[in-house]
Structures are given as structure tokens and as C-alpha cells.
């Protein structure tokens, strides 16, 4: 309960609402502590000018204070203060509540003389009490009330914003609870697991990823599946003509003669191809291939390369030349696995071409790449079939491919190897015409 997110988010609005409050508690009850102090001192200014003018007259229009007290008895019920006037020697001549009169006044609070003392001598003095009940509120009262009018809103606030909080956390941390189950459903194997998030914001995001992962998660399940499943199928077809060919040879129908031994030694070896073949796939898929990059003349490379395969061609009656420009950048690459591409492009050409037929490997400079071509006159690919033809296992002619010795792996790798150097590698085939395989490498810097 108290590490949930809905509980969290209680408590962090409780805390905005309660640091909000105070803060403005304390903002408003100082200012207004101020403006009432300033007001309270300028009606106080006012009143004593006030009275300072009545009493100036009358003396003026009088002559003396004769007949002052009612008037002073008055300004004193007028204004909720004592006010006491005395003459020029200090003897009360008028007290707003009638109790000093004629008596000497000690005052206790400073008074104010008139006329003041540049109009002439003094005729009096008179004093407003301060502590006599005022009509304004102190500014502590008003303090006070403003606080409870705040305690009170911020109360009301509060409450209000809790309600609020508590729908708002429910609707945050559903999408979060539901991400949860389905991230524990998935890690016990359910990878039919998926959110549904209508948020735009991050939750959403959230889910999307997740989504996105459960997906992954299954297709690589599914890849695995399948790439077991035709593992099994591809050994399955040497492994029994081998068997075949040894419970012949067992049984006496067959004799093991130089004819039967080399069939069986096809077999083994086109075995032990395919899992060298799968252990390079696996590897390169897992981006474990080990590549040693150097700067190197891809030139060289390529002239290597037809020389390896040249015997291979001539049997097959088949011309493989090189079609290079006078200038080429050097490359950045591991030779021994672009050797290892050159080779199974110009085997699976030379597999695929015709008596008399031309294979050309041509190269150019594409910016930062080099492009390398190998380029056949052979049976072409069928269009339907050239999406497919770098997947693993894949063979446009079932039958006659298996004839030739081809594990339908070898496109498979090549792709990795060029991936594995951040280039691409690409068909481009016509039935009956010839194809054209090309990947790129990177210049050298
Ligand atoms: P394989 O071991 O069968 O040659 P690859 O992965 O090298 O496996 O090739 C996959 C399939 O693509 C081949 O079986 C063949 O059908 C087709 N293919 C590859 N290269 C060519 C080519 N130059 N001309 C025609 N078909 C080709």
C-alpha cells in the first residue's frame, strides 16, 4: 500500500496542496498585516489633524476654551477614543469621558500643541489614548481572520483535490498495473501478451514498447522454431541416404566398391558443409563474427578469387573475367570473409550458368562505398522467387540444387558477412537472362 504508486501520488499532492496554502498564508497575512498598520496610522494622522483643526477654530472664533466640553465629549463618542485637551499651562480644560477636568494632566503619550510653534505661543495641547478601544481591528484580528478564512479554503481545497487525486491515480495506475500482469504473464512464457493503451503520453509509449518486445519475443520464437525444424529436415536427407547406402552395404545388396564409397563420402561431406555452414549463421546472426579490417586492394581480392574458381569454370565451359575501373579507393574489410562472399557468389553463378556462359565481376565506387558486382548470363531467378533467396534453406530448384551439393545456406552467410561490415547486398534477375548479385563495403578513411 504505502510503496504504490497511487498512494505516492496522494501524498506528493497532499504536500503541493499544504506547501501551496502556507506559502500564500504567509504571503497574504504579512501583506495585509502591513497595509492595515499603514491604514490604521493614517486615519490615526487624519483624526488627530482632524480634532487639531476643529479645536484651532473654535479657539480662533471663541477666544478661549469656555463651552469645549461637549464638543470634545462628541469627537470622542465620534472617533471611539478618550481625548483630553489642556491649556497652555497643563490644566485639563476638556476630557471626552469628564473625569480630569481641572486637574494637572501627565500625560503618557506625547500630545499635540496649537497653533504649532511657528504661529505663535501655545493656547493648548491635546492628547488622543491610544489603548481606548479602537474602531479598526488590530492588525493581529485581521491576521487571524485571514488565516482561518485560509485554513478553512485550504481545507476545502484539499479535500477537493484528494477526490480528484484519487480518480486521477486510478486512471494512471491502471495502464501501469495492467503493463505489470502482462510483463509477468509474458516471463512465464505467454507471449501472446499485449497491451491496450489509449494514452499518447509516455504510458503509452510504454505499452507501445512492450508490444513491440512481446512481438520480437515471438517472431524470434518463431524464428528459432522453424530454423530448428529445417535443420532437422536438411540433415535428415544426407543422414538417411547414409544410412541407406551402409544397410545396403550390410545387407549384401550393395558392394562397397570406389562408386558406393564416393557417394557415401558426398553425403558426409555435404554433412559436415551444412553444420560448419550453421555454425557460421549462427555466429554472424548473433554478431559474433570476429572481423579483422583492414585497408585492402579489393582489386586484388577479386582477381584472387577468379583465380581459385578459374579450373572450376573452364570444366563447366563457363568465362569469368573482371570488369574493373583503372582507380579504386582502398577498402576497409576483413579479406579472409569478403574472399569467403566473392567465392560463393561466383560458385552459385558458375552452378547456375550454362555451358558458354559469361560471368562478369565488375566493381565502382559509390561515395563512401565500393560496389562489387557479380554478374552471370544464367538461368535467372523467377521474380516470385528473388524476395526469398537470402533466407536460410532456400532453394528456387529443390531437387536439382540438392544434386549440386548446395546447403541453402550460403546466401544466408554471405548477407551476414556484408551486414556484419554495415553493407547491403541485393539481386537483380530475369528468367532465362542471367542475375546480378551486388553488395557494398566501406572505403577505407
Ligand atoms: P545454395 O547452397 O543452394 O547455392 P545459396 O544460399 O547460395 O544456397 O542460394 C540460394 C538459392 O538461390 C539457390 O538454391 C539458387 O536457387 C538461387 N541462386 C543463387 N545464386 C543464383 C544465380 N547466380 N543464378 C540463379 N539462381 C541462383
Given at each position: 500500500?504505502?510503496?504504490s504508486?497511487?498512494?505516492?501520488?496522494?501524498?506528493a499532492?497532499t504536500?503541493?496542496?499544504?506547501?501551496?496554502?502556507g506559502a500564500?498564508y504567509l504571503?497574504?497575512?504579512q501583506?495585509t498585516?502591513?497595509?492595515?498598520?499603514r491604514?490604521?496610522?493614517?486615519?490615526?494622522?487624519a483624526r488627530?489633524?482632524r480634532?487639531?483643526?476643529?479645536?484651532?477654530?473654535?479657539?480662533?472664533?471663541r477666544?478661549?476654551?469656555?463651552?469645549?466640553q461637549?464638543?470634545?465629549?462628541?469627537?470622542g463618542?465620534?472617533?471611539?477614543?478618550?481625548?483630553?485637551?489642556?491649556?497652555?499651562c497643563?490644566i485639563?480644560?476638556?476630557?471626552?469621558?469628564?473625569e480630569?477636568?481641572?486637574?494637572?494632566y501627565h500625560?503618557?503619550?506625547p500630545g499635540?500643541?496649537?497653533?504649532?510653534?511657528?504661529?505663535?505661543?501655545?493656547?493648548g495641547?491635546?492628547?488622543?489614548?491610544?489603548?481606548s478601544?479602537?474602531v479598526?481591528?488590530s492588525?493581529w484580528?485581521?491576521s487571524?481572520?485571514?488565516?482561518?478564512?485560509?485554513l478553512?479554503?485550504?481545507l476545502?481545497a484539499a479535500?477537493?483535490?484528494?477526490?480528484?487525486t484519487?480518480f486521477?491515480?486510478?486512471?494512471?495506475?491502471?495502464?501501469v498495473?495492467a503493463?505489470t500482469?502482462?510483463?509477468?504473464?509474458?516471463?512465464?512464457?505467454?507471449?501472446?501478451?499485449r497491451?491496450?493503451?489509449?494514452?499518447?503520453?509516455?504510458?503509452g509509449?510504454?505499452a507501445q514498447?512492450?508490444n513491440a518486445?512481446?512481438e520480437n519475443?515471438k517472431?524470434?520464437e518463431?524464428?528459432?522454431r522453424?530454423?530448428?525444424?529445417d535443420?532437422?529436415?536438411?540433415l535428415?536427407?544426407p543422414?538417411?541416404?547414409?544410412?541407406?547406402?551402409?544397410?545396403?552395404?550390410r545387407?549384401?545388396?550393395?558392394?562397397?566398391?570406389p562408386?558406393?564409397?564416393?557417394?557415401?563420402d558426398e553425403e558426409?561431406n555435404?554433412?559436415s558443409?551444412l553444420?560448419?555452414?550453421?555454425?557460421?549463421?549462427s555466429l554472424?546472426e548473433?554478431?559474433?563474427?570476429k572481423?579483422?579490417?583492414?585497408?585492402g586492394?579489393?582489386k586484388?581480392?577479386?582477381?584472387?578469387?577468379i583465380?581459385?574458381?578459374q579450373n572450376?569454370?573452364?570444366?563447366?565451359?563457363v568465362?569469368?573475367s573482371a570488369?574493373?575501373?583503372?582507380r579504386?579507393?582502398?577498402?576497409?574489410?576483413?579479406s579472409?570473409?569478403?574472399?569467403?562472399?566473392l567465392?560463393?557468389?561466383?560458385?552459385?553463378?558458375?552452378t547456375?550458368?550454362?555451358?558458354?556462359?559469361?560471368?562478369?565481376?565488375?566493381?565502382?565506387?559509390?561515395d563512401?562505398?565500393?560496389?562489387i558486382?557479380?554478374?552471370?548470363?544464367?538461368?535467372?531467378?523467377p521474380?516470385?522467387?528473388l524476395?526469398?533467396?537470402?533466407e536460410r534453406?532456400?532453394?528456387?530448384?529443390k531437387?536439382?540444387?540438392?544434386?549440386?551439393?548446395?546447403?541453402?545456406l550460403?546466401l544466408?552467410?554471405a548477407?551476414?558477412?556484408?551486414?556484419?561490415h554495415?553493407?547491403?547486398?541485393?539481386?537483380?534477375?530475369?528468367?532465362?537472362?542471367?542475375?546480378?548479385?551486388?553488395f557494398t563495403?566501406?572505403?577505407?578513411?
Open positions: 500500500m504505502i510503496h504508486l497511487r498512494f505516492r501520488l496522494l501524498v499532492f504536500l503541493v496542496i499544504l506547501v501551496v496554502v500564500i504571503f497574504v497575512s501583506t498585516q502591513v497595509e492595515v498598520r491604514h490604521v496610522e493614517r486615519s490615526e494622522q488627530f489633524e480634532v487639531a483643526f476643529e479645536l484651532y477654530h473654535y479657539y480662533r472664533e477666544g478661549g476654551w469656555e463651552g469645549i461637549p464638543y470634545v465629549e462628541q469627537w463618542s465620534l472617533y471611539g477614543r478618550r481625548i483630553i485637551l489642556t491649556d497652555s497643563g485639563v480644560v476638556a476630557d471626552s469621558q469628564g480630569l477636568l481641572g486637574q494637572q500625560p503618557s503619550t499635540m500643541r496649537f497653533p504649532p510653534p511657528w504661529e505663535g505661543d501655545s493656547v495641547t491635546f492628547y488622543i489614548s491610544p489603548e478601544s479602537a479598526f481591528p492588525p484580528s485581521l487571524q481572520a485571514i488565516g482561518h478564512f485560509l478553512w479554503g485550504a476545502l479535500t477537493v483535490a484528494l477526490v480528484i484519487y486521477l491515480s486510478r486512471r494512471i495506475s491502471a495502464p498495473k503493463l500482469l502482462a510483463a509477468r504473464q509474458l516471463g512465464r512464457g505467454d507471449l501472446s501478451q497491451v491496450q493503451s489509449k494514452d499518447k503520453g509516455e504510458l509509449e510504454l514498447a512492450f518486445m512481446a519475443l517472431r524470434n518463431q524464428l528459432q522453424n530454423m530448428i525444424a535443420t532437422a529436415h536438411e535428415r536427407t543422414l538417411s541416404n547414409l544410412k541407406g547406402y551402409l544397410e545396403a552395404i545387407d549384401g545388396v550393395v558392394r562397397p566398391d562408386d558406393t564409397i564416393r557417394s557415401l558426409a555435404l554433412l558443409r553444420v560448419d555452414d550453421l555454425q557460421e549463421l554472424a548473433a554478431h559474433e563474427l572481423l579483422n579490417c583492414q585497408a586492394d579489393i586484388k581480392l577479386v582477381n584472387q578469387a583465380a581459385v574458381r572450376q569454370a573452364a570444366t563447366k565451359g568465362l569469368v570488369k574493373m575501373p583503372k579504386l579507393p582502398q577498402v576497409n574489410i576483413d579472409r570473409r569478403i574472399s569467403q562472399v567465392l560463393n557468389l561466383i560458385d552459385n553463378a558458375i547456375h550458368t550454362l555451358r558458354g556462359g559469361i560471368i562478369t565481376i565488375a566493381a565502382r565506387q559509390l563512401s562505398w565500393v560496389e558486382s557479380v554478374e552471370d548470363t544464367g538461368e535467372g531467378i521474380a516470385e522467387d524476395p526469398n533467396v537470402f534453406f532456400y532453394r528456387v530448384d531437387s536439382r540444387t540438392r544434386a549440386t551439393g548446395g546447403t541453402g550460403g544466408v552467410i548477407k551476414s558477412l556484408v551486414e556484419a554495415h553493407g547491403t547486398i541485393v539481386v537483380e534477375s530475369e528468367l532465362g537472362k542471367g542475375s546480378r548479385f551486388s563495403i566501406p572505403v577505407s578513411e
